[in-house]
């Protein structure tokens, strides 16, 4: 009896000694002989690490939220409130749009890339990260719209067309020529008499000076000029939209790659989180061993647990760099910037339109489809100037100049000479047919084109439009999990500390845990680009207008 009431006594002890250490900062097992280089790196002030929001803070948050939610709901107001770091589904509202057009959201210059895009660096310090700048997504997608390469060669392209149709309304105007010519030739000339006597060479000179003026109009060439400016018209349409379609490629892949940031951030704190868990399950299985109520098995394989807990986050810290590197490709940002997500994790605003409104919105906004209705009128002008080889032409010509032989001494002789010319081709070996034939068969191309990319669009959006659902509801059971893996982690350390429970529950409970955080914010992060493919799939939404691109 005596002996049952010590190990009582002790365990009490014990207990009372290990909820005490449950609130001090965890330590790795490296931290005994030093620091290891996982650590290094997370505790690095340049690297701006974030930080995972406390699970009770996320049910205090949750709750907080959800009554929020049910106070609006109940008064007709619409909380418009800025969300927490890990808001859940419905429980906040995103802060409402800045009604700034986008491109006036640009960060400060020192991010803008070398002005010469020849540019080598040649020596160490030239690529050094020296500049460490959060950016919101807005600024990102500023960012890209402004130094992406592929959008300023589309511009390239627009101003090219628009220099073509310059040169096709050219020959709606007459020509005005200019000719001048002065000669001076020496001849010499071989003379004989009818005597026998030797033939005698005379040397003479002339001196002549022309000058003529021109003015030609096409009165009248088929159909040929009038389809080559309306063709020229359409081709800076069709590059116009093909502007506007890269832009969007563009919008998309900066804010996925924005959200791959944010979620490599999140990987980082809960690699984190796991090596303070590692490190209180040690420093646990340490005080139990320590009071005879553990055993040395149970210490190393904490020591190992923990080891792959610092593993795992040298690896995610090495991810989330690499996805900053990734961003500032996508960027064109300089050669010593590196990218911090400045926003935090939080769940988008629902999509408004229903699956069939979507889809209407999508016909009507995207570029694809108007580009093919392009490419049909194109072929169309196609048609046009090819039947108008074999069509008649009416020419009309004007020209005044004079002559003058300067050695004569008579003066210039003006001339004046008007010119009507009607020409007809009447065989070209079926050169028009041929075209206009091949200018037909664009057309039907262009026709079934636009009903393949009709029925892809059509199947982005619905993609897209479920895996935002099937991933709203996913926050929402994500959520929940995380609040019943804390809740059985806890169970199980307490557990672990009275005695009454084993390391292997806590362990389990901590992978739980993780996993359960790993889901809850990957949910956030899929919804979020189910959004953005979204909104591609539709594009220029929701103000049906493109960003100020050029």
């Given at each position: 009896?005596?002996?049952?009431?010590y190990?009582?006594?002790?365990?009490?002890?014990?207990?009372?000694?290990?909820?005490?250490?449950?609130?001090?900062?965890?330590q790795?097992?490296?931290?005994?002989?030093?620091k290891?280089?996982?650590?290094?790196?997370?505790l690095?002030?340049?690297?701006?690490?974030?930080?995972?929001?406390?699970?009770?803070?996320?049910?205090?948050?949750?709750?907080?939220?959800?009554?929020?939610?049910?106070?609006?709901?109940?008064t007709g107001?619409?909380?418009?409130?800025?969300?927490?770091?890990?808001?859940?589904?419905?429980?906040?509202?995103?802060?409402?749009?800045n009604?700034?057009p986008?491109?006036?959201?640009?960060?400060?210059?020192?991010?803008?890339?070398?002005?010469?895009?020849?540019?080598?660096?040649?020596?160490?310090?030239?690529?050094?990260?020296?500049?460490?700048?959060?950016?919101?997504l807005?600024?990102?997608?500023?960012?890209?719209?402004?130094?992406n390469?592929?959008?300023?060669?589309?511009?390239?392209?627009?101003?090219?067309?628009?220099?073509?149709?310059?040169?096709?309304r050219?020959?709606?105007?007459?020509?005005?020529?200019?000719?001048?010519?002065?000669?001076?030739?020496?001849i010499?000339?071989?003379?004989?008499?009818?005597?026998?006597?030797?033939?005698?060479?005379?040397?003479?000179?002339?001196?002549t000076?022309?000058?003529?003026?021109?003015?030609?109009?096409?009165?009248?060439?088929?159909?040929?000029?009038?389809?080559?400016?309306k063709?020229?018209?359409?081709?800076?349409?069709?590059?116009?939209?093909e502007?506007?379609?890269?832009?969007?490629?563009?919008r998309q892949?900066?804010?996925?790659?924005?959200?791959?940031?944010?979620?490599?951030?999140?990987?980082?704190?809960?690699?984190?989180?796991?090596?303070?868990?590692?490190?209180?399950?040690?420093?646990?299985a340490?005080?139990?061993?320590?009071?005879?109520?553990?055993?040395?098995?149970?210490?190393?394989?904490?020591?190992?647990?923990?080891?792959?807990?610092?593993?795992?986050?040298?690896?995610?810290?090495?991810?989330?760099?690499?996805a900053?590197?990734?961003?500032?490709?996508?960027?064109?940002?300089?050669?010593?910037?590196?990218?911090?997500?400045?926003?935090?994790?939080?769940q988008?605003?629902?999509?408004?339109?229903?699956?069939?409104?979507?889809?209407?919105?999508?016909?009507?906004?995207?570029?694809?489809?108007?580009?093919?209705?392009?490419?049909?009128?194109?072929s169309?002008?196609?048609?046009?100037?090819?039947?108008?080889?074999i069509t008649?032409?009416?020419?009309?010509?004007?020209?005044?100049?004079?002559?003058?032989?300067?050695?004569?001494?008579?003066?210039?002789?003006?001339?004046?000479?008007?010119?009507t010319?009607?020409?007809?081709?009447?065989?070209?070996?079926?050169?028009?047919?041929?075209g206009?034939?091949?200018?037909?068969?664009?057309?039907?191309?262009?026709t079934?084109?636009?009903?393949?990319?009709?029925?892809?669009?059509?199947?982005?959006?619905?993609?897209?439009?479920?895996?935002?659902?099937?991933?709203?509801?996913?926050?929402?059971?994500?959520s929940?999990?995380?609040?019943?893996?804390?809740?059985?982690?806890?169970?199980?350390?307490?557990?672990?500390?009275a005695?009454?429970?084993?390391?292997?529950?806590?362990?389990?409970?901590?992978?739980?845990?993780?996993?359960?955080?790993?889901?809850?914010?990957?949910?956030?992060?899929?919804?979020?680009?189910?959004?953005?493919?979204?909104?591609?799939?539709?594009?220029?939404?929701?103000d049906?207008?493109?960003?100020e691109?050029?």
């Amino acid at each position: 009896m005596f002996v049952l009431r010590y190990c009582v006594c002790v365990s009490v002890s014990l207990l009372a000694v290990l909820t005490w250490n449950t609130g001090l900062t965890a330590q790795t097992v490296s931290s005994l002989e030093g620091k290891s280089e996982a650590e290094k790196l997370s505790l690095d002030p340049d690297n701006s690490q974030p930080r995972v929001t406390d699970i009770k803070q996320m049910q205090e948050s949750s709750v907080s939220s959800q009554n929020t939610k049910n106070i609006s709901t109940a008064t007709g107001k619409r909380n418009n409130s800025p969300p927490n770091v890990l808001s859940q589904s419905g429980t906040s509202e995103t802060p409402e749009k800045n009604s700034e057009p986008i491109l006036q959201q640009l960060p400060p210059n020192n991010l803008n890339p070398n002005g010469n895009p020849l540019l080598r660096p040649s020596q160490p310090e030239d690529v050094e990260i020296d500049i460490n700048e959060p950016l919101t997504l807005n600024e990102v997608i500023a960012l890209a719209l402004q130094n992406n390469r592929e959008i300023q060669q589309a511009r390239i392209e627009v101003e090219e067309v628009e220099a073509r149709l310059v040169v096709e309304r050219a020959a709606l105007y007459p020509t005005l020529d200019i000719d001048s010519r002065l000669n001076r030739e020496f001849i010499e000339r071989q003379t004989g008499d009818f005597t026998g006597g030797p033939d005698i060479v005379v040397d003479s000179s002339e001196t002549t000076g022309i000058f003529n003026v021109s003015l030609r109009q096409d009165i009248y060439a088929g159909e040929e000029r009038d389809g080559r400016i309306k063709r020229a018209e359409r081709e800076i349409r069709r590059e116009e939209l093909e502007l506007e379609q890269i832009a969007e490629n563009v919008r998309q892949e900066a804010t996925d790659r924005y959200y791959s940031l944010q979620n490599s951030d999140a990987q980082v704190a809960i690699a984190q989180a796991d090596v303070a868990n590692a490190s209180q399950t040690l420093r646990d299985a340490q005080l139990l061993e320590q009071a005879g109520l553990g055993t040395r098995f149970d210490v190393l394989r904490a020591e190992g647990d923990l080891a792959t807990a610092n593993q795992r986050l040298t690896s995610r810290i090495a991810n989330q760099r690499i996805a900053r590197r990734e961003l500032a490709e996508t960027l064109s940002l300089g050669q010593q910037v590196e990218l911090v997500a400045a926003d935090e994790i939080r769940q988008s605003p629902t999509w408004n339109l229903s699956l069939e409104e979507t889809i209407v919105q999508a016909y009507k906004n995207r570029a694809e489809l108007e580009q093919q209705l392009v490419r049909r009128e194109i072929s169309e002008q196609d048609v046009r100037i090819a039947l108008a080889g074999i069509t008649p032409r009416l020419d009309f010509v004007a020209q005044y100049g004079f002559d003058d032989d300067f050695d004569d001494g008579v003066g210039a002789l003006p001339n004046w000479r008007f010119e009507t010319r009607l020409t007809w081709r009447l065989f070209d070996g079926g050169r028009a047919f041929a075209g206009a034939r091949a200018g037909n068969r664009g057309i039907d191309r262009a026709t079934i084109e636009f009903t393949n990319i009709r029925n892809e669009i059509r199947l982005e959006v619905e993609t897209a439009y479920y895996n935002s659902i099937a991933n709203r509801e996913n926050i929402d059971s994500t959520s929940a999990n995380v609040r019943t893996r804390e809740e059985g982690l806890r169970l199980a350390r307490l557990r672990f500390q009275a005695g009454v429970g084993t390391q292997t529950d806590v362990i389990n409970a901590q992978r739980d845990l993780s996993q359960a955080r790993g889901d809850f914010l990957e949910a956030i992060i899929n919804y979020n680009r189910s959004l953005n493919n979204l909104q591609r799939s539709v594009s220029n939404y929701p103000d049906n207008r493109l960003f100020e691109i050029r």
